[in-house]
């Protein structure tokens, strides 16, 4: 629901906050776990402009898994309340600000769960046109949100060097696997959404509930070693392929946040079927969310953008995921990760991930120095950026996700 919190016109007296440009305005106000320079012990903050704000200190919120296990009306209404403090100056409020450069940005909270889907039709598409030319999406896609589970332990925040996995790869058919670093590492540009209150196990959350089970969103890269996943997926889906590393954005921008931002979506294709009733669809489920995935070789001073995409592509809602994701009755917990799955989009422009955009590394990437790229290499910096825009609202900015692989 829209209310004074999304007026565009509302500014803060934390004046980074109101660049035409800036991530975090006051209509944003994003939540992260952070620590303050020589503080033992984490605070919940929140984002406003190039400062964060201590929460803990100023409403008394011990921890964001108090903030994420609350009602959806009770976070509404802190997050109105942050709205007026940060809107209203007063002495005693800017000793509560640490500058972003100087605090330790956590992850957000301990990732309880992690399920990763493959929600974008276009990256199911252009990857099984990879393997099945004439049949690239299995019968399920179209009827239900394919997933599959994830290991929290190896969700990491931002910054987080990324260690080259090893594993077990059969490049040669006619020989035994070997054990060895991955040769083809890659990303996967995605939205990351946490949950918030869970369902009883047994319950499946229906579609006009799911949003009360939504807190907010992130950038989420699945980072991905193709030739272990090429070795080891079938019959059961990837596995090490995927659990060495997940890195998220540090900051949990709220639904409430992205109320602006809910659109249509993508429609279906007439030819396409419905979904079943238990995962038909809200009139504005999506949300229009621009992501962009940007690389940076140790030889760059800066990196360059290697594609832009939409979450309101995606073939099925966040909401859907959720519902989908329970139609069993399995427990939603407060903190558990969902993963969009590589956002993709139907241009070459637009493909979330270097299997992808160099399409099994047959089509090279350029990059300004002269050098090529078909997976990572060592010393690759991935850094994905996440915003949404819409007339007659302020842009709002996710951060950015970043990680450099190292040997
Ligand atoms: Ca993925």
């Known amino acids: 629901m829209l209310d004074e919190t999304h007026d565009p016109s509302l500014r803060s007296w934390v004046e980074s906050a109101n660049r035409p440009d800036a991530d975090f305005p006051i209509q944003n106000l994003p939540f992260a776990t952070f620590r303050r320079p020589e503080a033992e012990n984490p605070v919940l903050g929140v984002a406003i402009g190039d400062q964060v704000l201590d929460v803990t200190e100023a409403f008394g919120i011990d921890s964001i898994e108090t903030l994420m296990s609350a009602p959806r009306g009770r976070r509404a209404e802190l997050r109105r309340r942050i709205s007026r403090f940060l809107s209203r100056p007063s002495s005693a409020a800017e000793t509560m600000l640490t500058p972003m ?24 598409t252009n990857v099984g046109r990879m393997f099945r030319p004439d049949s690239p999406l299995l019968p399920n896609y179209k009827w239900l949100p394919v997933a599959y589970h994830g290991r929290a332990s190896s969700v990491v925040v931002s910054g987080t060097p990324v260690r080259r996995p090893w594993g077990q790869t059969a490049e040669n058919p006619a020989g035994p696997p070997i054990y060895g670093p991955s040769r083809r590492l890659d990303y996967e540009l995605e939205l990351g959404m946490f949950t918030g209150p869970g369902n009883a196990i047994g319950e499946p959350i229906p579609m006009d509930h799911a949003a009360g089970h939504m807190v907010g969103v992130c950038l989420l890269n699945d980072w991905s070693a193709r030739d272990i996943q090429t070795w080891e997926y079938q019959p059961l889906g990837p596995f090490l392929s995927k659990s060495f590393a997940t890195s998220i954005s540090p900051w949990v921008v709220t639904m409430e946040a992205l109320e602006p931002f809910r659109c249509a979506g993508e429609s279906r294709p007439e030819s396409d079927p419905q979904p079943l009733p238990h ?20 030889r760059m001073q800066e990196p360059m953008r290697v594609s832009r995409s939409n979450v309101s592509s995606l073939y099925w809602t966040l909401a859907q995921m959720v519902t989908h994701h329970s139609s069993n009755g399995c427990p939603m917990r407060t903190g558990g990760l969902i993963g969009s799955g590589t956002v993709s989009g139907p241009g070459k422009e637009n493909r979330g991930c270097l299997l992808e955009m160099t399409w099994r590394g047959t089509e090279p990437l350029e990059l300004p120095t002269g050098e090529v790229r078909r997976f990572l290499e060592d010393g690759d910096e991935v850094i994905l950026r996440g915003w949404c825009e819409a007339p007659g609202f302020r842009r709002i900015g996710l951060g950015d996700c970043r990680g450099v692989i190292t040997g």
């Open 101 to 124: 450069a100087s605090a330790e940005l956590l992850l957000p909270c301990e990732i309880r769960d992690y399920t990763d889907f493959y929600a974008s039709i276009h990256h199911a």
């Open 279 to 298: 995962l038909s669809p809200g009139a504005a489920d999506a949300f229009d969310i621009t992501l962009e995935a940007w690389l940076r070789s140790a």
